[in-house]
Each structure stands twice: as structure tokens, then as C-alpha cells.
């Protein structure tokens, strides 16, 4: 089942390809912990496989589900989304000029901000929402990497992965998208024109938030994409083997997961709009957002398991909301089947974007109800 024309993604991903063991039939793939491979007697290595931190094929099978599901020429496993984007970064030459977004993972932004300006990275920040801000931001000749996050952390604008992808091929410039959120199942961003998808691997593909992992699909396996296998290979920054197989078996439920968690987020942003104690419910699938009309051309099925809500009054009634839910956690992270709240701005640094009394909704795959009831009981206890 290796075509991916001919099946929709949710099959691609419940049969993780079809794939049978050829030894012994097991229709599960088998977990691989050899560090080593064995050479053949006249010196060559045939199996493709010399040493595990390069070749493991454990990594193999979550890589070409990805492929399948993103449409691309190959893909990468990484030990977690930062090892996957930062060696994006790290595979342009020192001095290289990048675009990023203002609003994006707060972690990457800091990343950029500090370890890779001092490694020569030059690096700016755009609302990459707005296509006369990047064009001015990209030079030409000059400009390598354009790097947008959509939808973005923590306020899910959605930016224009087509568009944005002429500015910077116009330029000589790539571009990569951290997909994190939309995941392949709502959006194919390399269809768009994208050069390099980004996923981390700890949310939705894996999906059970017990495995840290990052993963990279390319629409070419040219130059740069042999730079970031060999970056993979040589800063070590690999999945281990049972995270691997973690990963592949996450990966064959993404589809109905990402369905379920879509349909329930577009329930509570649809409850919550307009809630005498909620400011604004920041979610792409309500049709007054501003990215709203972007994200029903860019995205299908859905518009993903990410909200924040603002609420009423303040940090600290924002907080106190956070400290009153009983069903849903308090925890960072995202895209697990169960659901997690979080007042945002207490993790992100203080050159964050987000505004103190925004909370961020993780919508796992409890039943709808329940999850509204609860945070309903929350905001009236903390405007009490
Ligand atoms: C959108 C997005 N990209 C990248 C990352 C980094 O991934 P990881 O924590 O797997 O390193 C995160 C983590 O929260 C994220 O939310």
C-alpha cells in the first residue's frame, strides 16, 4: 500500500502502509534495538544499515507514513520538534539570512533569538500574516529560509502557506512550516509550495504525550535535505527505538484523533464566543476570525484541536479559571487524547506576544459536553 493517491490518509495511517513483515508476517512492525548491522563478508554493507544513529529501521516506518501523508520525497525522525527545526536552521550557512514569525512556539523564537544568532544565524521577525511585511522582510539573493508557523502558537493566526512560498522561491529563498497543529490530516503544506514541513512529533503524530519526538518531510531530497540527514546523523539528535515504535503506532489513529479533536474544539469556540465571561474565543473555525477565510482554503476537515480563549477581567481571573477546572489538566504540551489548559503567558518568555489573560485549550478526545460543563463551572467560580 504504497500509493498514496489511491487511499485516503486515514487508511494510509491505520495500516502504517500496509506494510507485513516479510519473515515472519506479522502485520505489526517489529521494534529494532540493534546499534549495529552486520557487514557482508567481501567488506560492503548491502543492507544500506552500518550503525544505528544513522540507519534504524524502526525509524523507517513512522518516516514513510509521513511521506505518504505530506506528499513529500522523504522524511526524518528527530528525539524531538526542536532537534527537527533547528537543524532546518542549522543546515543554512553561517550568515544566512531567515524570516520568522513574531507569533510562533515561543521555544523555536528564543532559539533563534539567542543560540543561533550566536552561531551566525541573522534572523528576522515578521507578522508573516501580513504578505507586504514578508516581502519586505525576504531580500533577495540574501534571504535562505522563510519559516511560518500555522496555525500559531498561542493566538492560531493563520498565514498563507501558497503565497508566502512564491515570495520566498521569487527570492531564492525556501520555505518551512511547522505544521504542528494542522497536522498532514488538515493541511499538506509541500502541495502549497512548501519546501520543508516540520511537525513535533510529541503532539498530534504521536498523540499520547509519551513520546518527545520531531519529524521533517521534504518536497526534494536534494543538497539541503543530505545536510539535514547528516546533521541528524552527526549531532546524534535521534528518536530512540522504542519512542520510534511509539511513534508509528501513535501515528495509525491520527486521523479520527485530529477529526474528534477538530469537531469538539469547533463546539467549545462556538459555545464560548460571545460568553459573558470570555473576551474572545481566538480559533480558526469561527467564521469572524481573521484568518478564518485563509484557513478554509489552506485546510480540510477541520480546523484543528488548538483555542485560546480570553477571558474577562484579566490575568487573574484568567489564572484563577485555570486553577478552578476539575476535568481538564493543567499542563503544557498539546495534542494528546486527553485535554490540557494552560494560562500561556506564565510559560513563554517575556518577549512574548501573548496577552496575559489568554488561555490555551489542548482539546483531547473527551466528550464535548463534559468538557464544556467543566470549564463552564470554572469561569463562574473564578468570576464569583
Ligand atoms: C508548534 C510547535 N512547534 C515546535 C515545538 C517543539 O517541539 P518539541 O517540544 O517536541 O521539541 C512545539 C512544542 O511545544 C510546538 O508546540
Redesign the pocket.
Known amino acids: 500500500m504504497t500509493d498514496s493517491d489511491q487511499y485516503h490518509p486515514a487508511t494510509l495511517a491505520a495500516q502504517a502502509l500496509g506494510q507485513i513483515d516479510p519473515i515472519t508476517k506479522a502485520i505489526i512492525p517489529a521494534l529494532h534495538p540493534s546499534t549495529t548491522y552486520l557487514r557482508d563478508p567481501d567488506n560492503q554493507y548491502r543492507s544500506g544499515r552500518i550503525y544505528a544513529r544513522a540507519d534504524n529501521p524502526t525509524f523507517e516506518t513512522a518516516e514513510a507514513l509521513l511521506s505518504a501523508l505530506e506528499g513529500a520525497a522523504g522524511s526524518l525522525s528527530f528525539a ?6 533547528s537543524a532546518v536552521f542549522l543546515a543554512l550557512e553561517p550568515g544566512a539570512h531567515a524570516v520568522a514569525p513574531k507569533v ?2 515561543w ?2 523564537r528564543k532559539w533563534l533569538k539567542g543560540l543561533a544568532r550566536d552561531w551566525g544565524l541573522v534572523v528576522d521577525f515578521v507578522d508573516t500574516g501580513d504578505l507586504a511585511a514578508l516581502a519586505a522582510a525576504i531580500v533577495p539573493g540574501r534571504t535562505r529560509l522563510v519559516w511560518l ?1 500555522t496555525p ?2 498561542p493566538t492560531w493566526e493563520i498565514a498563507d502557506i501558497a503565497a508566502s512560498a512564491e515570495l520566498a522561491h521569487r527570492a531564492g529563498a525556501r520555505l518551512a512550516v ?1 505544521s ?2 494542522a497536522t498532514p490530516i488538515l493541511s499538506q503544506p509541500l502541495a502549497l509550495g512548501a519546501d520543508i514541513v ?6 498530534y503524530l504521536n498523540g499520547h504525550s509519551d513520546v ?3 519529524m521533517l518531510a521534504t518536497a526534494r531530497l536534494d543538497g539541503y535535505w543530505e545536510r539535514l540527514v547528516a546533521i541528524r546523523s552527526g549531532n546524534g539528535a535521534i528518536l530512540g527505538t522504542f519512542e520510534a515504535w511509539l511513534l508509528q503506532r501513535g501515528m495509525r489513529t491520527l486521523a479520527i484523533r485530529v477529526e474528534r479533536a477538530s469537531r469538539t474544539a469547533q463546539a467549545i469556540a462556538e459555545h464560548f464566543a460571545g460568553h459573558r465571561h470570555v473576551e474572545a474565543v481566538l480559533y480558526p473555525g469561527l467564521p469572524d476570525f481573521p484568518g478564518h477565510d485563509l484557513a478554509c482554503r489552506q485546510m480540510q476537515g477541520g480546523f484543528g484541536g488548538m483555542l485560546s480563549i480570553r477571558v474577562k477581567d484579566g490575568e487573574a481571573a484568567a489564572i484563577a479559571t485555570a486553577a478552578a477546572v476539575e476535568l481538564w489538566k493543567r499542563a ?4 494528546g487524547v486527553e485535554s490540557l489548559i494552560e494560562h500561556r503567558r506564565s510559560v513563554e518568555d517575556a518577549e512574548s506576544p501573548c496577552p496575559p489573560d489568554l488561555l490555551r485549550l489542548s482539546v483531547g478526545l473527551e466528550h464535548p459536553g463534559d468538557l464544556i460543563a467543566d470549564l463552564e463551572q470554572a469561569l463562574a467560580k473564578a468570576h464569583a
Open positions: 524531538s520538534g526542536m532537534a527537527a527545526a510562533m512556539y521555544g523555536l508557523e500559531a502558537n511547522d504542528t497543529v516540520m511537525h513535533s512529533a510529541t503532539k518527545v519526538g520531531g503544557t504540551s498539546l495534542g
